[in-house]
């Protein structure tokens, strides 16, 4: 199966600055990448994703990059703000296997003011 | 905008007793999962539950869990004969069905301990 690794485990920036955070997956058959954010004593809401026919996807401070061949993808904070502290998690999933998410260990991100 | 939620928030059981854990998906999806997250840890796939039968479950989904769909909106999660390692929160979440359109929903958890 599917494989997802996460770093860092833990981030820390000075608001404004930006932060990355990256994953690699193992089955190179996956082709979904959604990243989720889970504030303290929440669920994980999805805040973007894409797909593998796409390189980089962007919504307003957030991005993400894929690289197919590296199998590995990335999410960018640009400007960061105290309320985007929070666990992130990236996630993978196959084509034969839609409905099934595997997710990284997460990362907790600490934006300090 | 429409969301899973899910009841209780927080469940407080001795070892060896049964507990069942509620969830209403999004009205209009499909497909429907229950995930565990120990505390610290990583989000793990327990189910996923489709046309009213289980389309894959994990290691950890043995005989001591089961879901059931007993009505149009609730999707539920049974543990039969809870252990202390249960102690964990649960996620129920949904999605769409549609092709491309994989984006699971997730609810905001039920906080389990077993004493």
């Known amino acids: 199966g599917e494989n997802v690794e996460q770093h860092p485990s833990t981030l820390s920036v000075q608001e404004g600055d930006s932060a990355v955070i990256k994953c690699t997956y193992s089955?190179?058959?996956?082709?979904?990448f959604p990243w989720y954010k889970q504030e303290l004593g929440k669920g994980p809401q999805l805040i973007i994703d894409?797909?593998?026919?796409?390189g980089e996807k962007k919504d307003q401070r957030i991005a993400v990059t894929l690289n197919k061949t590296a199998k590995h993808f990335s999410l960018h904070i640009t400007e960061t703000q105290p309320e985007d502290s929070a666990v992130y998690f990236c996630?993978?999933?196959?084509?034969?296997?839609?409905?099934?998410?595997?997710f990284g260990s997460g990362t907790k991100l600490n934006v300090k003011p | 905008e429409p969301e899973v939620t899910q009841t209780p928030s927080h469940q407080v059981t001795q070892m060896g007793q049964e507990v069942i854990l509620r969830c209403v998906p999004i009205?209009?999806?499909?497909?429907f999962y229950w995930y565990r997250q120990i505390l610290g840890q990583k989000v793990e796939f327990l189910v996923s539950?489709?046309?009213?039968?289980?389309?894959?479950k994990s290691e950890i989904f043995d005989d001591q869990f089961s879901v059931e769909r007993p009505d149009g909106s609730n999707f539920t999660l049974k543990i039969r004969s809870t252990k202390l390692e249960d102690s964990a929160m649960y996620f129920c979440?949904?999605?769409?069905?549609?092709?491309?359109?994989?984006?699971?929903?997730f609810g905001p958890g039920t906080r389990l301990l077993v004493l």
């Open positions: 979440a949904s999605s769409s069905g549609v092709a491309n359109q994989e984006t699971q929903y």
């Open positions: 894409i797909r593998s026919n796409v």
């Open positions: 009205s209009n999806h499909l497909y």
């Open positions: 089955d190179s058959a996956s082709n979904y």
């Open positions: 996630a993978a999933t196959p084509p034969y296997n839609f409905n099934k998410f595997y």
């Open positions: 539950f489709y046309n009213n039968e289980i389309s894959e």
